[in-house]
T-cell receptor
Framework: DTGVSQNPRHKITKRGQNVTFRCDPI?????LYWYRQTLGQGPEFLTY????????KSRLLSDRFSAERPKGSFSTLEIQRTEQGDSAMYLC?????????????FGPGTRLTVL | AQKVTQAQTEISVVEKEDVTLDCVYE???????LFWYKQPPSGELVFLIR??????QNEISGRYSWNFQKSTSSFNFTITASQVVDSAVYFC?????????????FGSGTRLLVRP
C-alpha cells in the first residue's frame, strides 16, 4: 500500500516566478486536501477536493493560487508570481470516501523557498 | 471560533521518563473529532489517534495513552517510558465539518526532545 506522494520535495524559486506542485493520493481515496505549514506552526487548511470537484477553499488561497484535480486522481497546486511570504511546506492529504469520518493521511510535503 | 491550543512549545525529558502533552480546544460544534499527529524530523505527519466527541473513554495503545475530557475541552496525550525515537513535533487537531468531509484545525505543536 503506497502512501501519499508529493513532487517535488523541495523547490527554490525567485520571487515573481510561477511554481507547480503535484500530489498523488492513496489510490482508493476520493478526497484530497491541501494544507500549508510555515515554520514553527501547525498546518493550515487551503482547499479540498472530492473526486474532481473543488468543494472548499480557504481565504488563505489568494487569487495567485489555483488547485486542480483532473479526473479525480492526482492534484496540482500552482502559485503564480510567487512572493517571499509563500515560503512554506505545502502538504497534501487524502482520505477515503467510505461512510464515517476517516483519517487524513499526509504526504511528505513540498518545501518551497522563495528568494 | 474553532481553535486548538498547545501551550507547551517545547518539552525535554530524559529517556524512560513519562511525558504528557497538553491540548485544549474550542468549538461550537456538538459533533467533532480530535486527533493527534506526530511529525518526525523527516517532516511527514503521522496519524496517531482519532476520538469523537461522544466517546470520552480514555485510550491506551502500547506506551501511548490519551485522556479526553469534554468538561475541560482537553485531549491530552501521554507517552510512558519515553524513547529517543519519540523525539518529534506533536500536533493536536480538531475537525471542522465541510461538505461531505472535514478540515483539520491544528495547534501550533509541541516539540518533544527525548535525551538518552
Amino acid at each position: 500500500d503506497t502512501g501519499v506522494s508529493q513532487n517535488p520535495r523541495h523547490k527554490i524559486t525567485k520571487r515573481g516566478q510561477n511554481v507547480t506542485f503535484r500530489c498523488d493520493p492513496i489510490s482508493e481515496h476520493n478526497r484530497l486536501y491541501w494544507y500549508r505549514q510555515t515554520l514553527g506552526q501547525g498546518p493550515e487548511f487551503l482547499t479540498y477536493f472530492q473526486n474532481e470537484a473543488q468543494l472548499e477553499k480557504s481565504r488563505l488561497l489568494s487569487d495567485r493560487f489555483s488547485a486542480e484535480r483532473p479526473k479525480g486522481s492526482f492534484s496540482t497546486l500552482e502559485i503564480q508570481r510567487t512572493e517571499q511570504g509563500d515560503s512554506a511546506m505545502y502538504l497534501c492529504a487524502s482520505s477515503s470516501g467510505k461512510k464515517g469520518y476517516n483519517e487524513q493521511f499526509f504526504g511528505p510535503g513540498t518545501r518551497l523557498t522563495v528568494l | 471560533a474553532q481553535k486548538v491550543t498547545q501551550a507547551q512549545t517545547e518539552i525535554s525529558v530524559v529517556e524512560k521518563e513519562d511525558v504528557t502533552l497538553d491540548c485544549v480546544y474550542e468549538t461550537r460544534d456538538t459533533t467533532y473529532y480530535l486527533f493527534w499527529y506526530k511529525q518526525p524530523p523527516s517532516g511527514e505527519l503521522v496519524f496517531l489517534i482519532r476520538r469523537n466527541s461522544f466517546d470520552e473513554q480514555n485510550e491506551i495503545s502500547g506506551r501511548y495513552s490519551w485522556n479526553f475530557q469534554k468538561s475541560t475541552s482537553s485531549f491530552n496525550f501521554t507517552i510512558t517510558a519515553s524513547q529517543v525515537v519519540d523525539s518529534a513535533v506533536y500536533f493536536c487537531a480538531l475537525s471542522v465539518m465541510m461538505d461531505s468531509s472535514y478540515k483539520l484545525i491544528f495547534g501550533s505543536g509541541t516539540r518533544l526532545l527525548v535525551r538518552p
